[in-house]
């Protein structure tokens, strides 16, 4: 870890002048040699370079929605030329120009972080070796070894011997309490951060392998900050904690108030649009104004949450314009209550065992089988009067005709309705 931490030497410098300037301010409030002086300064610095990083940020989300959407491009394109590696690799790239999708955006966070994060580690590691590094002079070695967090110095880690971590001041039972907590904390932290990533601001309609990753990642990246916490220095871990810290808040941030189209999250920001519109009757911001404006603009492209948040607001007497604003409208409240009367149940299908009871009662007993019995459906009762004068030249009967019995057997057996028939004429006998 030291020979890595060493390729970034050339930034230490600038890390610790940063973390030098901050201990004067905070040095005057708690006093230069406590802790919560070197402490928040360290805290400090993560803020600094996060709120730097909050482009690269916007360019990750954007990336890892892009992501998401061209997945089942990418797969189709991976089985269409999976013997010709090269074709494939041309293919992607050029989905990728088309799209405007760079897949190493969502790296960039963590790829800008690593210099700092291992100057830190460097600067952290001379304190505890008692080295001056970068601006650290030997005055503020001495300072920052005195300084403790909850008992463990700065300086100390979790694998450290009892005689070095006496040579700070303090105790292994301490040191090893202290960064225990430390450790469970940023791995709880990282895990909850990409949970509510998989949960709530995922595209649920969208089954791929890349959502199967972000899951395996969802488990992954807290085992292995659980087995290497152990071997960063409190400060450290101060560090990695904050920066866990800051990276839930912020992805809280956007999943409420700018969700994945499609996922959990935009169904219940739409739900809270929803209400703060029918209770004003506008639309009361730009940012939601832009948000409504894309959804009028995808038309019959809409997702399932946004065809609900449309059809809600036609419920409610309003209709969302290409602008992003919304007027008062009787017609649109009309043709959603329309739509929703015109909804028709499918009739109640007869099961196999009822129909095929029903054709063998139809074929033991032709001339007592009810319409209801063959068919499943009630009979409707006619007005009809039931004594029709018969043909003078038909033959009565007390027997039904000839065949007769073989074409009630074959109405009942198809679930045709039995009734009158009208009289063969007498040409045709």
């Known amino acids: 870890m030291d020979t890595i931490a060493s390729l970034f030497s050339f930034i230490t410098t600038p890390v610790s002048w940063v973390i030098v300037q901050f201990h004067s301010l905070y040095g005057m409030i708690f006093g230069p040699d406590t802790g919560w002086a070197w402490g928040l300064s360290i805290v400090s610095l993560v803020v600094l370079i996060r709120i730097c990083l909050i482009p690269l940020f916007v360019k990750q989300i954007k990336s890892t929605r892009n992501m998401q959407v061209l997945q089942p491009k990418m797969k189709a394109i991976q089985e269409r030329y999976k013997n010709d590696k090269q074709r494939q690799s041309e293919e992607m790239m050029k989905l990728y120009k088309e799209t405007g999708t760079n897949p190493l955006s969502s790296c960039l966070p963590i790829l800008a972080q690593s210099p700092f994060f291992f100057a830190l580690y ?8 008692g080295k001056t590094i970068g601006v650290i002079n030997q005055g503020l070695l001495d300072s920052a070894r005195q300084a403790h967090i909850f008992g463990a110095p700065l300086a100390a880690k979790f694998t450290d011997s009892s005689d070095k971590v006496a040579s700070l001041n303090s105790s292994l039972t301490d040191v090893r309490v202290v960064t225990a907590i430390m450790i469970i904390m940023m791995s709880a932290s990282q895990f909850y951060t990409q949970r509510q990533l998989m949960t709530k601001n995922v595209d649920l309609t969208v089954k791929t392998p890349y959502m199967q990753q972000q899951k395996m990642l969802m488990y992954i990246f807290p085992l292995i900050f ?4 152990i071997n960063f220095p409190v400060g450290v871990l101060v560090y990695w904690l904050t920066t866990n810290v800051w990276t839930m808040g912020q992805q809280m941030y956007v999943i409420n108030q700018n969700p ?11 739900t809270r649009l929803l209400k703060t519109i029918t209770t004003h009757n506008e639309v009361r911001s730009r940012r939601k104004r832009t948000i409504v404006q894309a959804i009028v603009a995808k038309g019959p492209d809409r997702n399932d949450n946004e065809r609900k948040f449309v059809m809600s607001l036609a419920k409610a007497g309003l209709a969302a314009q290409p602008d992003g604003t919304v007027i008062k409208s009787d017609t649109a409240a009309a043709e959603a209550e329309a739509g929703g009367a015109q909804k028709r149940q499918q009739p109640k299908r007869l099961t196999k065992a009822q129909r095929q009871a029903a054709a063998q009662l139809a074929a033991d007993k032709p001339d007592e089988v009810s319409d209801t019995e063959a ?9 009809e009067k039931k004594d029709e004068p018969q043909d003078p030249k038909s033959k009565p009967s007390g027997r039904p005709a000839a065949g007769a019995t073989g074409a009630t057997r074959q109405k009942a057996k198809s679930g045709q309705r039995k009734g009158q028939q009208r009289p063969k004429h007498p040409s045709k006998k």
């Open 122 to 129: 460097h600067v952290l590691s001379s304190i505890a070796n």
């Open 226 to 229: 659980a087995v290497t916490g």
């Open 260 to 270: 994945t189209p499609g996922s959990k999250a935009q169904d219940q920001y739409l």
């Open 375 to 383: 068919t499943g459906e009630p009979a409707k009762t006619s007005l």
